[in-house]
């Protein structure tokens, strides 16, 4: 599966952003989980947000929680990230990823296929 993600920008903080991840090639969309990771110059990867094939289960790291939302459209073959309330510390490189080990795992080595990532700078 080939994932192209986009909706980055420039943001003030407090501001909001949806970043879209579009899934093609040969194998089905809903064979994968899907996730959201991050990183920032300088930092290590950091897991954002999975959610499950169906859509029906959904994981968000703590730092986002209540801030951030995970979510997908089959139909479309499209996975999101709806981010509301940035903060400078947001500010990172976004990349989608697809992975089929069953379980929505926080971890990218459990994640088969990765996205270009895009970027997001939030302003203070």
């Known amino acids: 599966v080939q994932l192209q993600a986009s909706g980055g920008g420039l943001v003030q903080a407090g501001g909001s952003l949806r970043l879209s991840c579009a899934a093609s090639?040969?194998?089905?969309?809903?064979?994968?989980?899907m996730g959201w990771f991050r990183q920032a110059p300088g930092k290590e990867r950091e897991f954002v947000a999975a959610i499950s094939r169906s859509g029906g289960r959904t994981r968000h790291a703590d730092s986002v929680k209540g801030r951030f939302t995970i979510s997908r459209d089959n139909a479309k073959n499209t996975l999101y990230l709806q981010m509301n309330s940035l903060k400078p510390e947001d500010t990172a490189v976004y990349y989608c990823a697809a992975g089929s080990g069953g379980e929505l795992y926080n971890s990218g080595t459990w994640y088969d296929f990765w996205g270009q990532g895009t970027l997001v700078t939030v302003s203070s």
């Open positions: 090639g040969r194998t089905f969309f809903t064979t994968y989980d």
